[in-house]
C-alpha cells in the first residue's frame, strides 16, 4: 500500500517562500497538491504526471508555485513563492496508483492521501 508523508510546512510572512516535500512508498502516477481553508472544500493547487513533462496550477496561484517530482527519489515538492495570506490551508499531497497520463483534477480521483501539513502565511 502506497504511504506519503509531507513535511515543510510552517509560518511564514506575506510574500515569503516556503517548499514542501511528499515522500511516497511504492508507485504513483499523478500526483497533486491540495489545500483546504477552514470553511471551505479542498481544492487541486497543482498537480503534475508521472514523467512530469505536464502540470497544471490554479489560476490563483500562476507564476508563484511550482510543482515538481522525481521519481527516483519518490519525492513531490511544491515550491511556494510570493506567499499571501489567502494561501493559508493545511496542504496535502494526493497520488493516483491508477496508470494514466492526464492530470486528475478532482478529489475523488487520488485514492492516496498524505496527512497534511499547515502553511500560515502572515499579513
Known amino acids: 500500500q502506497v504511504q506519503l508523508v509531507e513535511s515543510g510546512g510552517g509560518l511564514v510572512q506575506a510574500g515569503g517562500s516556503l517548499r514542501l516535500s511528499c515522500a511516497r512508498s511504492?508507485?504513483?502516477?499523478?500526483m497533486g497538491w491540495f489545500r483546504q481553508a477552514p470553511g471551505k472544500d479542498r481544492e487541486l493547487v497543482a498537480g503534475?504526471?508521472?514523467?512530469?513533462?505536464?502540470?497544471y496550477y490554479t489560476d490563483s496561484v500562476k507564476g508563484r508555485f511550482i510543482i515538481s517530482r522525481d521519481n527516483a527519489k519518490k519525492t513531490l515538492w511544491l515550491q511556494m513563492n510570493s506567499l499571501k495570506p489567502e494561501d493559508t490551508a493545511v496542504y496535502y499531497c494526493?497520488?493516483?496508483?491508477?496508470?494514466?497520463?492526464?492530470?486528475?483534477?478532482?478529489?475523488?480521483?487520488?485514492?492516496?492521501w498524505g496527512q497534511g501539513t499547515q502553511v500560515t502565511v502572515s499579513s
Open positions: 503534475i504526471i508521472w514523467s512530469g513533462t505536464n502540470t
Open positions: 494526493a497520488a493516483s496508483t491508477l496508470p494514466g497520463v492526464r492530470i486528475r483534477m478532482t478529489v475523488g480521483d487520488y485514492d492516496t
Open positions: 511504492g508507485l504513483t502516477f499523478t
